[in-house]
């Protein structure tokens, strides 16, 4: 009877065992091809990102940059890149500066009115490439990323929309756009939660159209489903998202 215990029991652990190496290791191919790259943000400081596109369609591609969470980094959107690719989009996954594997800087309080700087260097690196549409660029970004992506669409020309996804209204000035007269933000999706509504409404406000809101509610008020975790939690959320990217880019 202990001998076939000690069966069972061996079998069980053998078999979790490969069960979570194929977790970790999937075997099913992926829709894209994919480069580790870095670039100089407009102000020197090196970004690392990683660089993907359809493998089954030919270029050139309009590109979409991502841009991460506060305390994350690109791979966050692992989860989501063959949906972005298998609807023809390159994707440029980059950590912000002070995140992941770009170079390390001090956040002070002056921090995020430097983060436009690695868009800046994101579209620069952009137009080395041959296989893209230059003039066709998009941005998606989750919390300090949707800061980021907002402020994109207001800062640079060549960003033709953006997905803001639960943004703060309290990060940076220069970031907001205040006190610059030139700062234009537009042709933007906010997603965000009906609790995080009284936060972001400031952004809104200031956004110029064509602008579009979309208001979630989580599944109850102990799930976190914020920035990026919205996408997980809600897939109406993601069909939104890639839906706006191909009505608008």
Avoid: C
């Avoid at 590109?63 to 980094?73: N, T, W």
């Avoid at 791979?75 to 989501?80: A, H, I, K, V, Y």
């Avoid at 400031?202 to 799930?223: C, F, G, M, N």
């Amino acid at each position: 009877m202990a001998r076939i215990q000690l069966y069972i029991l061996v079998s069980i652990v053998i078999i979790s065992a490969i069960t979570g190496w194929y977790l970790i290791n999937p075997t099913e191919e992926k829709p894209y091809i994919s480069e580790e790259v870095s670039f100089l943000a407009s102000d020197g400081i090196k970004i690392s990102a990683t660089w993907y596109v359809p493998k089954e369609l030919e270029a050139p591609y309009k590109p979409v940059i991502l841009s991460h969470e506060f305390d994350g980094d690109r791979q966050d959107w692992n989860p989501f890149i063959s949906d972005f690719v298998e609807r023809g989009y390159a994707i440029l996954a980059y950590d912000i500066r002070g995140f992941g594997e770009s170079q390390n800087v001090d956040k002070s309080e002056e921090y995020y009115d430097t983060l436009i700087s690695d868009i800046e260097g994101a579209v620069t690196y952009l137009r080395t490439r041959n296989d893209v549409i230059i003039d066709r660029i998009g941005i998606v970004g989750a919390q300090l990323g949707g800061n980021i992506a907002y402020a994109a669409s207001g800062y640079i020309e060549e960003i033709k929309v953006s997905v803001v996804i639960s943004p703060s209204a309290d990060i940076g000035s220069l970031i907001r756009g205040e006190g610059v007269d030139t700062f234009n933000p537009h042709s933007i999706l906010f997603q965000y939660l009906d609790t995080e509504r009284t936060n972001i409404q400031p952004l809104i406000d200031r956004a110029e159209e064509p602008k579009t809101s979309r208001l979630y509610r989580p599944e109850s008020p102990s799930v976190r489903a914020s920035g990026i975790s919205l996408l997980h939690r809600d897939l109406r959320a993601l069909s939104d998202l890639l839906r706006y990217l191909d009505e608008n880019l």
